[in-house]
């Protein structure tokens, strides 16, 4: 197997991570809590948020430049998602993962 920097390895383990937290949480958590946790905007941003880590994840593991774009945009949905999910509540797993992983992602892009 190739050699893959440590920080990248960070990185991809921290998306792997927030693309199941996201996923995870949406289709079970918030399904069954309703109300705020089931509005669109909410539900959409969860996805986009889990789809966006498994995109950078794949992008660093398949070793194409195109990583530090996905990263960044990864990054900011990222925060987006954490902001969203701290203000709906009852989500810090969700709020954990993704600022751990706009923080590996921010480097990653830089």
Known sequence: MMHIDPKMKECIDNCLSC????LSTAMNHCLEAGGRHT??????L???CAEICRTAAHFMLIGTPHHKHTCGECAEICEECAADCEQVGDMDECVE?????????????A
């Open 39 to 44: 509005e669109p905007a909410h539900f959409r």
């Open 46 to 48: 969860m996805m986009a």
């Open 97 to 109: 993962a993704c600022r751990k992983c706009a923080e590996s992602c921010r480097r990653m892009a």
């Open 19 to 22: 693309y199941s937290v996201c």
